[in-house]
């Protein structure tokens, strides 16, 4: 039985509430905000569940062995500490920091402390992401070409952030995801529409070594909701739409085949190829369950989340820089290896 | 009586000849191909038109008042200047010329000739985009904001040009048809992946002194075809969908305004607005039927045509803009104004 | 302030609590079922209601005006009467009877005590409908030709009634509701999939006087979910498509006109007429919401339901006669005006 | 080498023409028709093919071996009766004749004199439709549970036949390849919103002695073109829609399996099972080609057609049934097996 604290109740805790709740050998034990009518809340909807205002009575009690936390921002770095240090292991909402300094911090802690470090990207957890990480690793698709996202909306804008902060973590987390490299540059363009200095409408181009590129297309202010993924390699490629109802995921037996033509030495011939289409059954799971028991296990086996704290780490990374090259006009940013 | 006299009858050159046979007051005089099986099938398409393998015959002819110039890009600018410096209008296939001292230059001979030069961008014919340049004229949409276009496929590699190259100028020439300023900056960004040096998916994005901003994707290595354009103001939003059999243009009374939050002279406070769609009747006449009868019109009248060769020299200087772009890993390429 | 009472805490009566409850100047009063468990549940739900196994502790009391009955429709027939004999308003789940005489007669007691009956119809309190009907009523449509709807799935095989039984109310609800007058004829044909005598595909066709028409296709077996509706007039044509997730009513500027030929006074010539098409904005509204502010406006002044017993006798009859025709493999059955 | 000659040169025996005069081992030799506008026509586009106003010239040129007749329905019977007894294999287009006994008679003529007689279904050609015979041929659906088909549109209203006449034969055809025996009762309902006595907007029910069903949608007279059809089995289900440019053939892997139940011997348990979808990659050869060459085949192997006269009488059937059963108000019209 794996006792948990949550700390944070606003709009994402009471989603981690009821999921850890009813996961099998887990117990909710204490549930911790500032908020007094937050903490009321919490008291009703967990009767048996004890509240606090004071984060360190969680991190005190020695029943909870996992904190889970959903609070804004500007705490991770500090909550996330206090709990590795206290010895705890960590579920933290993403962003997993500010800024790459706290999160190369962070990451440190976790090594040292041997606690284990998730990053709350729910996305990896779909049945549709799912699938196409396992064809990936499967390499049905053969060679990656590229990966190319739209993520846009009549949306709410954001207080405090630009449109590329509130959307890209999904998608860089699942880019990420299924691209096990570094990329080596990021570049991003936008427009401010509303408030000066907060974009509402971004671009994001990022490169690879070997030439494969991701390019993402975000906005608060389109007539359309549109949430499409191409990915394409040399054998398939497929079209990942948020916004069907039943095929999300459809794999493409399309592509060129490559060869020198025949005819001359320095001719390269193009052939197309076009089969059929398949749009896999996908598991209807809620991603967040399936989150909560993958993180518990985690715990119970000491073993790496799928996504930990490097990964939460990575995509702080990409924001990071994309943020320096929108200051700078879409300058090419480079990443360090 | 206007008499034209068509050169090129490959590809292309038959629709125009097609076109401009059946408008009235205009005889198809002389068709002009240096191939003799093209030639043959010109002679056979139109019995009554005399046909010929030297393109100075075309200019000799005091009956032939305009040519139609439907050759590889190559001869574009040898050809154009000869039919101006004969007195000859002229309509040129897109593009206009192969760099922009080329286009330069057949802009100052077309300026000083007096002749009138127009370039063939058919989608500015079609009653899609006439329905969007209205509206943008009437202000129906309010202040622009930006112009998104993705026009991708599994589509035919071409031999000596890039995705960009091959797409851009039917994207380009409508957004410099419906914004008449000139943009600041162009930057494109690109990967290869059948061919070494020839790209085929690439993106291009344009910035204007004003902040408008107008971003493109093409690719020829796509699973499904997508032909989207999306044109937002802050009144109106348009969604023009080439693909959709009945409804192109769609109409959103969507957006947001923008006012000073009464609690405070810091904060800016953003509303969402959500009314009707409409999908107006499109007219459903051939493009370039309407564009002969507009060329043929500007040549009557000596007016200037839609879509001139200043029209024509930016969408070249544009694409040139974006080459430079490309070779040097997506760097900002500044326009002269 | 109208006191309400519930009976019925299964799968819909939670519901109507919900969305009574946090009605102005409406209070709910008490709730009763006669399972322990779903009791024990309402009383969680509402701490300050009453709950009680026997409904006629809710007749009893005078603090309750209304009663809402969502029960299993076996119990309709007695849980209405009686309440409309204790002087009772009542709003009941549809349908409103198991029969023609049943629901004649609750029409026959509502109306000599002055009760308010109506009957839950949801989809009449939608944005989408309720946008439909004032099109209709404005007979912006013009002269109607017909309703043709199509509702089929793979959907959940119910235990006691055929597919028609099970979704042929929703539809019948609507076209009841636009149109005013009675029809002539019910023909229903049906195939049995899983079990013998339970149809789980269904097709409904209804006449109407003047020569109208309507109709059904439903299925509880089809490999893609569809709920389309068009209503065509002289002027205009509707598509409603509740798939859809922003615009669900389209309307279609589309028609013909027959005029006689001018030149034999025998022939008829046909035009057509293509225009622009809205999809205007509907309210987003719940339709529950929506239904009981509805219902509780007509307990207050006494006025007569969007939906009352005589709309819920209408669909109760039309789908007898439809089992009626199934039962007949087929046949034509008359409507007694 | 095969003769073919061509009676119509109206509407459809231009395209018969261009399929015909393209094929291996097949002469056009002659075309007839009466109109001296359209035999001037064929001799331009075809100038060393024979043209004739005489029927009679065709049927005795011994270098003839096949006839292809596109003249008006009226001239069906006369024209096929004439060619079969002069010896030569007739291709006719639909529908066969004008009605059951002319089919009868036409049939039992190309059974005395063994001349082959095809009619020209061209759906059955089509890549979508051979993929659908393969897939029931091959058993891949399980039994097969019903067939429904929608074809409706702003269409064209035809000057002498009703909107079943017009559009029935082509899905007819289709549900007669695809199911091999005879239906035993035919139902059909219309009305008429144009002419008098002219259905624009008809449905048609057809019954099989095992319980399978087909049903149909046609109008001439709505607001969006669909042409839909599902095709369910035990084991798949099929969506066929023609409007889609790609993946017209969509094959699910849903359905339902039904159990006694373990708990009591008169319960039946019933099973939902959804899986992959998958769109077969489908020919992309132009139906009429694939026909003429398959007519070819069958002329020189002496083999039967696919769509053979059998084939057209029983279309000829229903249709006459259908018309019957509207003529009766609906009523259910009895096949004789």
């Known amino acids: 039985m794996i006792g948990v604290g949550l700390v944070g109740y606003g709009y994402w805790g009471p989603n981690l ?3 850890f709740s009813r996961q099998a050998d887990c117990r909710l034990i204490a549930i911790c905000d500032k908020s007094p009518e937050r903490l009321a809340k919490a008291a009703r909807d967990y009767p048996g569940v004890a509240v606090t205002p004071r984060y360190r009575d969680l991190l005190r009690r020695s029943d909870i062995q996992a904190v889970l936390i959903a609070t804004p ?3 991770h770095y500090r909550f996330v500490k206090e709990a590795l240090l206290a010895g705890k ?7 997993l920091a500010e800024n790459n300094r706290q999160a190369e911090k962070l990451l440190e802690i976790a090594g040292r402390t041997g606690c284990i470090l998730a990053v709350d990207h729910t996305f990896l957890f779909t049945g549709a992401v799912r699938k196409i990480k396992e064809l990936l690793d499967s ?9 190319n996202s739209v993520r846009i909306n009549l949306g709410l804008f954001q207080e405090d ?13 699942i880019l990420c995801h299924l691209i096990d490299t570094m990329p080596v540059s990021v570049q991003a363009m936008g427009a401010c529409h509303a408030r000066p200095n907060q974009e509402s409408l971004g671009y994001l181009h990022i490169e ?4 494969f590129m991701a390019h993402f297309h975000f906005s608060w202010l389109a007539p359309v909701k549109i949430r499409q993924t191409l990915i394409a390699g040399t054998h398939k490629m497929i079209v990942y739409d948020d916004m069907e109802m039943s095929e999300k995921v459809k794999i493409y037996d399309k592509g060129i085949s490559v060869s020198p033509d025949q005819d001359s030495m320095y001719q390269i011939k193009v052939d197309y190829r076009t089969g059929d289409m398949v749009a896999p059954k996908l598991a209807h799971r809620e991603a967040l369950d399936a989150e909560a028991e993958h993180f518990l296990a985690c715990v119970r086996d000491r073993s790496q989340p799928l996504s930990d704290g490097k990964a939460g780490a990575r995509v702080v990374r990409l924001i990071a820089a994309a943020q320096q090259s929108l200051l700078r006009g879409g300058k090419k940013m480079l990443i360090n290896q």
């Open 89 to 95: 292991d960590v579920l933290v909402e993403k962003p």
């Open 208 to 211: 690879y070594p070997d030439g």
């Open 73 to 75: 921002v500007s705490f």
């Open 139 to 147: 390499k049905a698709l053969g060679d990656l070409l590229y990966f």
């Open 161 to 173: 952030v630009n449109v590329i902060h509130d959307l890209a973590p999904h998608d860089l987390s």
């Open 17 to 19: 509430a009821r999921n």
